[in-house]
Structures are given as structure tokens and as C-alpha cells.
């Protein structure tokens, strides 16, 4: 079984500066995918960001870009130029490419941009 | 740009009653799910539906459970005897392949009281 580990249960940032969530997962997959997920306080779940885990290079959506590393099975977001927008929690969520479908999702983290 | 819809946003039931809820996923896509998240805790799978059958389903969804598809477009999941367990928010997500993106409704908050 696959499981997904986001070891900052809270983080703080000032606006207009860079911060970056951790994600660490455990799997004997070798294909696979990553997702980090938005969720504001309205709840909804909104996608952030998607990685292949058979590409290299690392996906970027605008201010948003992750640090992919297969090795060390880390998988980081990274938010450039925080607006008060971003303040939401953040889960990281993993999906094998075979088998089964089901995203397993991290305890995620609450993510505050300070005025 | 097409979304997932989820109703009643918000369902207050009693102890023991059976609820339905219901989602609409994006027209063109194959694969639906229902995930459901206690109160300040994470995101947990229930079930995922293909094909007009279940393809996998998690230890959650046990008997009380039930998801069903009876038309084109809606997607339902029933809770026959609600517990103050069942409390949760609850998440219909589809996709249009098996490993695409999980496209998220905004959720139905189930309060059983």
C-alpha cells in the first residue's frame, strides 16, 4: 500500500515571498502520478499541479512548481510570489498507474500568506 | 469551463435515517469516485465506479453503503442508517481516464446528528 507523508502541518509566509511544502511518499511502483491539491476554506478541492512520475522534468502552472525527486520519493511544491489567495491547505496526493485508481492523500498543510 | 456539481451542499440527517447524495461529473468523463474527509482530517476513498459497476472500493464502504448511476449524468451515493460517524464531508471527483486528473465537486457537508 501506498502512503503519503506532509510532515509541516502548518506554514506562514509574507506576501510576495517564495515557500515550499514538503510531500514524501512510499511506494514499490515504479509508474505513477503526483498531485498537490488546493483546498480553501470553502472546501472545495481544487488541482494545483500534476507530475508524471516516468518524466524528469519537473511541472511548473505558473507561480506554482514542484521539485520532483523519484529517488529520495519526494515530491515538493513550490509557490513563487505568495498571494493572500494561496491561503489554503495543501494536500499531496499519489495515483498508481495501474490497479487501482484511488488518490491517497496526505494530512496535508494549512498554508497562511501573511498581509 | 465544465465542472463536477455536487447537491445538497449542505444535508442535516437524522441518527439512523438513510440519505441520498447526489453529483453530476463532467459530461465526457468515464471514472467516478466518492472520497469523504472527517472534520480536520484528511482526504479518504471510498469508492470508484467504471463501467456502470464499481471497480474498487475501500474498507469505508461497508454495507451501508451504496453508489449507483441510474442515468446519463447523475452519480449517487446512499447511506441507508446514517451513524454520527458518517459526520463528514463527502466528495464526488470524476476523470476521464484512469490515471487523468480527478476533477473534485465542491462537496456536501453530511451532519447527522
Known sequence: AQTVTQSQPEMSVQEAETVTLSCTYDTSENNYYLFWYKQPPSRQMILVIRQEAYKQQNATENRFSVNFQKAAKSFSLKISDSQLGDTAMYFCAFLPNFGNEKLTFGTGTRLTIIP | ?113
Open chain 2, 1 to 113: 469551463e465544465p465542472e463536477v456539481t455536487q447537491t445538497p451542499s449542505h444535508q442535516v440527517t437524522q441518527m439512523g435515517q438513510e440519505v441520498i447524495l447526489r453529483c453530476v461529473p463532467i459530461s465526457n468523463h468515464l471514472y467516478f469516485y466518492w472520497y469523504r474527509q472527517i472534520l480536520g482530517q484528511k482526504v479518504e476513498f471510498l469508492v470508484s465506479f467504471y463501467n456502470n459497476e464499481i471497480s474498487e472500493k475501500s474498507e469505508i464502504f461497508d454495507d451501508q453503503f451504496s453508489v449507483e448511476r441510474p442515468d446519463g449524468s447523475n452519480f449517487t451515493l446512499k447511506i441507508r442508517s446514517t451513524k454520527l460517524e458518517d459526520s463528514a464531508m463527502y466528495f464526488c471527483a470524476s476523470s476521464g481516464d484512469r490515471a487523468g486528473e480527478q476533477y473534485f465537486g465542491p462537496g456536501t457537508r453530511l451532519t447527522v446528528t
